[in-house]
């Protein structure tokens, strides 16, 4: 991985008035995947002591400087994380457990509900997990409709076209990162997606009918139940619908935004969302405004640090001092100070033959970020997944335009050269 520029920790979050620490400064974090570290790093600031619990493959040396205390276990086996995390607590009293990792949300709602800690229940956290259960929610309540249905076989594909008719969604029921999203336009398309969907292993997923329209995101934060609008994000896919951008603020008039705000907040309250932070998913139909998806957990895509510089807010950072009573909570949204905009790098698959125009665009005007992973002798995939990206760009302007122009204009300037073998 090359890091060339990173000026995000320049912009400091207006949040951080601290009041008196709770009963201990100690948290217990679960999980955490390719930016684990920085965010364990958001904790040092206030003192804050971290015990640590990840599996054995996933734990690197470098998080070390960052932790207090490490377990290294299979968290997802709740039987056995259960009395272990009563065991921490009784050595070592802390104040919040907390994951800001998908594949950790459910433990970590397991590991409250066990020991009377703040934060969300594991009904809410498991329907906002499962698609399937999120959407059967919605439509019983009458919110959001969505024609959706559990399938598990090529037939059942089959006959929810003929139900539904087309075009339509198949996608897994709890996977992240854009993984497995098929859109079917033609039932002659049914038969390799049912092939796909096996190379997957997946033994169900979730039938929708397609939602027209343009698709944002929106970042919240909830307080004891209340919810506030962070920021709402515009963004681009390719066409198997992997994210390659983001922008920040999203394009909206003020009817539309406030229509989004209100929506969002409605959406909370029928999911119970009581605690921290949360990323939902948006689709501006002509029927109407449509809940895609939703997390416990701020965006990814690097989306936490857009927020951050165009609003000086760290929900990462926010996530982890709510929790221990270490922040106060925001009453409104947070006032725009900057666009914001993060373009992903997507090279043609083959073995990477060259990397150039790193140096240039490292004096690019309004370069906050870049993050080139990939090097010379690296295989390159096709993008079909967020992980098969190389690379990002984070730039900011004055308004978001400028942030999107600056942005596209530094990503043409990084080369990265590859031939098929």
Known sequence: MIYLKGYIENYKPFFMSLHTMSSTNRILYIGGGREIAETLKKAKPWGLEIIYIQHKERFREE????????????????????????????????ASAIS???????????????????????????????????????????????????????????????????????????????????RVDDTAQLEEIWQQVQALNLSSFLMEEYLDGPEISVESFTFHGRHVVLAATDKVTLSNHVEIGHSIPAQLNAETYEQVVLFVKTFLDAVK?????????????????????????????????????????????MTLGWFCGVVEPLETSPQLQA???????????????????????????????????????????????????????????VTVQEAIDRCEQISQQVQIITVER
Request: aromatic share 6%.
């Open 63 to 94: 998080l070390l400087p960052y932790v207090d205390r490490v377990v290294l276990i299979d968290y997802e086996d709740i039987d056995v994380l259960i009395p272990i995390c009563k065991t921490l607590q009784s050595l070592f009293p802390f």
């Open 100 to 182: 800001m990792n998908e594949d950790a949300l459910i433990p970590t709602a397991y590991v409250c509900d066990a020991l009377g800690l703040p934060g969300n229940s594991i009904e809410t956290v498991k329907t906002l997990k499962d698609k399937s259960l999120m959407r059967q929610r919605l439509n019983q309540l009458g919110f959001s409709p969505v024609a959706a249905q559990v399938g598990y076989t090529l037939s059942d594909m089959l006959t929810f076209v003929q139900d539904n008719g087309l075009p339509i969604v198949i996608k897994p029921t709890d996977a992240s990162g854009s993984l497995g999203v098929f």
């Open 273 to 317: 969302l009581e605690e921290g932070p949360a990323h939902t998913e948006i689709k501006l139909t002509k029927k109407g405004l449509r809940i895609i998806e939703s997390h416990n957990r701020p965006g990814g895509d690097r989306i936490n640090e857009l927020v951050q510089v165009a609003y000086g807010i760290d929900m990462k950072a």
């Open 339 to 397: 666009g914001a905009a993060i373009r992903f790098l997507a090279p043609p698959a083959g073995i990477v033959q060259e990397i150039s125009g790193l140096e240039v665009a490292q004096q690019s005007t309004g370069l906050v970020e870049m993050y080139v992973w990939v090097e010379v002798g690296d295989r390159i995939n096709v993008v079909n997944e967020s992980y098969d990206r190389s690379g990002h760009i984070i730039a900011t302007g």
